[in-house]
């Protein structure tokens, strides 16, 4: 097999994912990158670009907990811990601008849940991680050498949330305070570098304490902790010299009560005093994360702004800072999610400047909000990355190439599409609309026009959506496009403005002009009847030029169902539509002959219309040919089926008849067959399974159905879940194919029909380790046209012939959009001129 080629020959456009659901898994590096655990990987977010600038694979299991180790110079970090439930603990090392897997501390039982990590030396990194053993280690990290374990504190039955590494003031000496499910936080030091030893107890939160975190101040250290208690707990601690015992005699001074401790280093005894500085109380549930704005240069000094962020479950998160006349401490700033059927948050974060600070959420979702210059104190949501919390499992371009759907096991519908900035120099992809927001686990989409597609969930039933005028109007201002030639694809007086679910439901319901209309005119007699209370429609028209945030995707962007289609006697698995949109073809979940038939449905009635039996068990994909005169389906039977459209003028009153198909016994693949595809002419068409094999059949013509293997038998590696031929740089000589296997690599073939065999196949490249997903390839889809989504749009002639030339280099780009297990779709732009 040949070598990959040049790296230019897939680039990745865009990821899109969002954060891990647990505490401790998201990090503010002091140049302003963002890390966060996402599935087994971990991403590298930067804010300004609003893009994933790196992936970093390396854990088998959840990413759990993710630590820059900062400086003490505020320089640029180095190392990034992360720890996952894997049971082990990956310092990444960064160079040459990318991050490299250095030590990995492998020792635990259990999924490790938090992590934190300081500098001893320059070479030597101290790290110390919790986890569901019921254990707390320290870890000792030298260079390019594994890992050494100094201790394990070992809890009994009891679990340790959040662990926190300081080292204590006027020493070397480090200090680890862990808080846990005892209510306490505990505080150790490691004394001569080897011993630990217990130092303190801090009692007062009445329930578990799930975040800590240290700071230094002149001197002096601080620890916040929070907990389900709804309480933050800010306790000092300072060093205690020879003469500050005399003072604690005199009746006349009040004092907070302190608990002393010694520590030895160097030969020299060292006496510090812990007491309770602050006790916050402003959240009205449980608080998960606790942050300090961090420290920073100005003019040659050290600066360290006395602020704490704080984030809890009552969707909130409150900026804390105390009063410059009385140092009482204050809530300065609080924001926070409104609406929506979603819980609240898990962590935060503030970055370096402390002019952003952001939390992510319970469903995964990144929170950003900016200070606003203009505005001093007001803060406003700014626009962030998002993706699927669960697996992706499968996604469809718009017939035009503009905008990504996509389906996964989060309930969700999601769509995403190029936001041009107003400069027109940047371009980043975002999730503009949230179509779908179900109460299923999703399995399969079809797009059936511009603004219409069919989706499947673990249900018996398929649902059909169009999109509202809000989307249109609001699709035409983040992308680009012209709005009339958008408005003029259907029929736009009859749109309604938006949706809303109605309470426990689960279809959206459409909410037109004369429902706003009526809802705003209601005045001051609102709540005549008791069921006024409770609003049927959540749903607020809004005029949006950038991506919209959360909240706004929870409730304004919904799409109204317009069709509900019942056939299946089991939970849907895929779907697929016809170049017109004038058929869907659909399958479910099958163990028996009878429940294994694909069902055809008329979408202009949207009345089944046949079904087609052939196959024993699931059929795993469907793809109807370009000229839609043939449909493929492929099964868990490790068969494939092939059926052709009947003209209408034959005896034959049924739509489509079997014209071909494989036998068990005589077939190639030998086990399930996961994946189909078309050529882009309509000759031949493939299919991939988990025998690691992928074929090539054909030729496919209208007189004569003899179809057989025209390829050699391609072995790729490894099971193979996905295919897709791509219709821009594929000619009658020559095809292009990408592949994705289990392991999440995604292959690129150039196949030439009537070679011989072994010759036909040849290796173009490949996804290196940071581009492949870490889980199973999902869907693999290429964009139905060449150019690269959003770089070229116009409304008229005249913008056309402007642009003549950028749309000449267009033609030699495509791009290919997947899904993935690993919560991720993935968009890459391939060169023609690299291949």
């Given at each position: 097999m040949a070598p990959p080629l040049l790296e230019t020959c897939m680039e990745t456009c865009h990821v899109a994912c969002c954060a891990n659901r647990t505490p401790n898994v998201v990090s503010w590096s002091r140049r302003g990158t963002v890390a966060f655990g996402t599935c087994n990987s971990v991403a590298l977010y930067n804010p300004q670009e609003r893009a994933v600038v790196a992936l970093l694979n390396g854990h088998t299991g959840r990413v759990n907990a993710v630590r820059w180790i900062h400086r003490s110079?505020?320089?640029?970090?180095?190392?990034?811990?992360?720890?996952?439930?894997?049971?082990?603990?990956?310092v990444w090392e960064a160079q040459n601008d990318t991050f490299i897997r250095s030590v990995e501390c492998t020792g635990h039982t259990a999924p490790v849940s938090s992590v934190d990590g300081i500098y001893l030396h320059?070479?030597?990194?101290?790290?110390?991680?919790?986890?569901?053993?019921?254990?707390?280690?320290?870890?000792?990290c030298r260079g390019d050498t594994n890992a050494e374990c100094l201790h394990t504190l070992s809890f009994g039955s009891g679990f340790m949330m959040d662990v926190s590494l300081a080292l204590l003031p006027g020493s070397r000496v480090p200090i680890v305070a862990c808080g846990g499910d005892d209510s306490r936080v505990h505080l150790y030091v490691l004394n001569h570098g080897k011993e630990l030893q217990k130092a303190l107890t801090l009692q007062g939160h009445e329930d578990w304490v799930r975040g800590l975190a240290w700071i230094s101040m002149g001197g002096e250290l601080l620890l916040a902790s929070c907990s389900q208690d709804c309480l933050i707990r800010v306790w000092r601690l300072c060093a205690k010299s020879g003469t500050d015992g005399h003072s604690d005699d005199d009746p006349t001074i009040i004092r907070m009560k302190e608990d002393i401790f010694e520590?030895?280093?160097?030969?020299?005894?060292?006496?510090?005093?812990?007491?309770?500085e602050t006790v916050l109380a402003g959240h009205e549930n449980w608080v998960y994360g606790v942050h300090w704005h961090p420290p920073?240069?100005?003019?040659?000094?050290?600066?360290?702004?006395l602020s704490l962020l704080s984030a809890s479950m009552d969707k909130t998160m409150i900026l804390w800072a105390p009063e410059e006349g009385s140092g009482v401490w204050v809530e300065q700033v609080r924001v926070g999610e409104v609406g929506g059927n979603t819980l609240g948050f898990f962590g935060c974060q503030m970055s370096p400047d402390g002019c952003m600070i952001m939390a992510h959420a319970f469903h995964g979702a990144l929170h950003l909000w900016c200070k606003d210059q203009g505005d001093e104190g007001q803060w406003r949501p700014a626009v962030v990355i998002s993706g699927h919390f669960n697996a992706v499992q499968d996604l469809s371009w718009d017939p035009e190439g503009e905008f990504i759907l996509s389906v996964g096991s989060d309930q969700t519908t999601r769509l995403f599409t190029p936001w041009k900035k107003n400069d027109g120099k940047q371009l980043t992809w975002h999730e503009i609309s949230r179509p779908q927001i179900h109460g299923y686990d999703m399995q399969c989409l079809a797009m059936v026009g511009r603004f219409q597609f069919v989706s499947g969930a673990d249900e018996k039933v398929l649902r059909v959506f169009q999109a509202p005028r809000n989307f249109v109007e609001n699709f035409a201002n983040i992308s680009g496009i012209c709005r009339e030639r958008l408005l003029m694809t259907g029929d736009a007086a009859n749109l309604p403005e938006g949706a809303s679910t109605p309470a426990l439901g689960l279809s959206n319901k459409a909410v037109f002009q004369g429902d706003l209309v009526q809802k705003s005119s209601e005045g001051e007699d609102k709540f005549n009847r008791v069921s006024d209370q409770y609003q049927e429609s959540y749903f607020h028209p809004l005029n949006m030029t950038e991506p919209p945030p959360e909240d706004h995707l929870l409730q304004n962007t919904l799409w109204p169902e317009v069709q509900k289609l019942y056939g299946h006697g089991f939970e849907m698995f895929c779907l697929a539509a016809d170049r017109g949109g004038t058929l869907v073809a659909s399958a479910c979940k099958a163990t028996k002959t009878e429940?294994?038939?694909?069902?055809l449905w008329d979408t202009s009635s949207w009345r089944q219309v046949q079904a087609l039996s052939y196959h024993t068990l699931t059929v795993t994909q469907m793809a109807f040919s370009p000229d839609s005169k043939f449909l493929l389906a492929v099964s868990r039977d490790r068969t494939w089926s092939l059926w052709k459209r009947n003209s209408p003028t034959s005896e034959n009153s049924e739509r489509f008849s079997l014209c071909a198909h494989t036998a068990k016994e005589s077939a190639v693949h030998s086990r399930i067959i996961w994946s189909c595809d078309w050529s882009p002419d309509g000759a031949y068409f493939t299919t991939c399974s988990r025998d690691k094999k992928v074929i090539v059949w054909g030729r496919i013509e209208a007189e004569h159905c003899d179809v057989k293997p025209c390829s050699s038998i391609l072995d790729v590696g490894d099971s193979a879940t996905a295919v897709a031929f791509c219709p821009v740089f594929s000619s009658a000589n020559s095809y292009l194919l990408a592949v994705g296997l289990e392991s999440g690599r995604i292959l690129l073939y150039k196949w030439t029909p009537g070679l011989m065999p072994a010759s036909d196949w040849i290796f173009c490249g490949q996804t290196d380790g940071s581009q492949s997903h870490c889980l199973a390839v999902k869907r693999l889809r290429w964009r139905p046209r060449p150019g690269r989504a959003g770089h070229v749009h116009s409304c008229g002639v005249a913008q056309e012939k402007e642009k003549s030339g950028q749309t000449d280099s267009e033609s030699s780009w495509a791009q290919l959009c997947s899904a993935s297990a690993d919560h991720s779709v993935k968009i890459f732009t391939i060169n023609k001129q690299a291949l």
């Open positions: 110079d505020c320089g640029q970090e180095r190392h990034l811990v992360s720890a996952g439930s894997d049971n082990r603990l990956i320059e070479s030597q990194i101290l790290v110390a991680s919790s986890a569901s053993d019921s254990t707390v280690r320290l870890w000792l520590v030895h280093w160097n030969d020299k005894s060292f006496k510090f005093a812990v007491s309770l920073f240069y100005k003019d040659g000094e050290l600066q360290q702004p429940h294994a038939s694909v069902l």
